[in-house]
């Protein structure tokens, strides 16, 4: 796959403070690739820089190609962007607030019409398309955010912690279109979240802090330096756990070890039949990832 984001050395300070320290790296057509820092590791800093909003002061940012100093109007055209806080008019309906979107990409009359229409079967806009913005539920809100973004069928969507303060079954939902969009358009999402489950899908993987990246990867690579998996032993004393010469911590009703591979833990049990009678095995997560790499908890954050 080609890259669709190119970033290499991309540095950008705001007086004594850099906010994005010679940074590198590619972005894959047709790929999700989370870009995960606690606030203030120089996330959005490095999107408005993509999007044309901010001068770098040095480095070589490309989209599609196309260097982001040279045309912004080329680079807004393939990329669609949903910000934290809504772009959405909340005095305009969420029809009113499409259509005037569309209007910037000289998409009017039928051909809108046809756009509005298939952006209204992905996300359920037709019960909610005369009400204003303001009088929406957040998870309604982020629908028209999100159909907003794409109504001029970008290449990159860009989503600035897109799901943060929705309930799980709303999330859920928007992740089924966002993932039936990649499937259907090969569409590319930039995904930045305080969630490490919707991280855990990626395709890659970046974690910044302070401006520079400190891990990269593949959801799998990451968890094999960063986060171990588990055995938890119940029922077990400790003069027994002792007897696998192995740090543990004590936990509620047994004991929990720290294993670095399944071939260490098959071996392990295999070799202490009779101490491992009731015990399960679990696979470390990306919050662990995330705390390990950084020392900080994303989700607290």
């Known amino acids: 796959m080609e890259g669709i984001i190119k970033i290499d050395n991309l540095t950008k300070s ?29 996330k959005s800093t490095t999107i408005n820089i993509i999007c044309g909003e901010l001068r770098k002061d040095s480095g070589t940012v490309l989209v599609c190609d196309q260097d982001v100093d040279c045309d912004d109007k080329y680079i807004k055209k393939k990329i669609g962007v949903v910000f934290q806080e809504s772009l959405l008019d909340k005095s305009l309906t969420v029809y009113d607030n499409l259509k005037i979107k569309a209007a910037l990409y000289n998409i009017t009359g039928k051909d809108f019409i046809k756009r509005y229409d298939e952006l209204s079967s992905l996300f359920d806009l037709k019960e909610i398309e ?3 913005i303001r009088e929406l539920s957040g998870g309604q809100r982020r ?30 939902k928007i992740w089924k279109v966002l993932n039936l969009l990649r499937k259907k358009q090969n569409l590319t999402i930039f995904l930045t979240t305080h969630y490490m489950e919707e991280a855990a899908d ?4 970046v974690i910044l802090d302070k401006g520079s990246i400190i891990a990269e990867g593949t959801p799998l690579e990451l968890k094999n330096k960063y986060a171990y998996d588990m055995i938890l032993i119940y029922n077990i004393s400790e003069d027994e756990i002792k007897k ?12 929990k070890i720290e294993i670095k591979t399944l071939e260490e833990a098959t071996e392990l049990i295999i070799k202490n039949r009779n101490l491992f009678k ?3 095995i679990v696979k470390g997560k990306m919050d662990d990832v995330f705390l390990n790499a950084t020392g900080y908890d994303l989700e607290v954050e």
């Open 202 to 205: 990626s395709d890659y993987i």
């Open 14 to 42: 705001y007086g004594n403070i850099k906010a994005v320290n010679n940074l590198s790296f590619k972005v894959k057509k047709g790929e999700l690739f989370s870009f995960l820092g606690i606030n203030g590791a120089g």
């Open 278 to 280: 009731d015990y399960e």
């Open 130 to 132: 005369k009400q204003p």
């Open 244 to 255: 696998l010469n192995k740090p543990y911590i004590r936990i509620r009703d047994g004991f």
């Open 143 to 172: 629908r028209a955010d999100i159909a907003r973004a794409i109504i001029h069928n970008p290449e990159i969507l860009i989503l600035d912690e897109p799901t943060t303060g929705l309930d799980p079954g709303t999330r859920k």
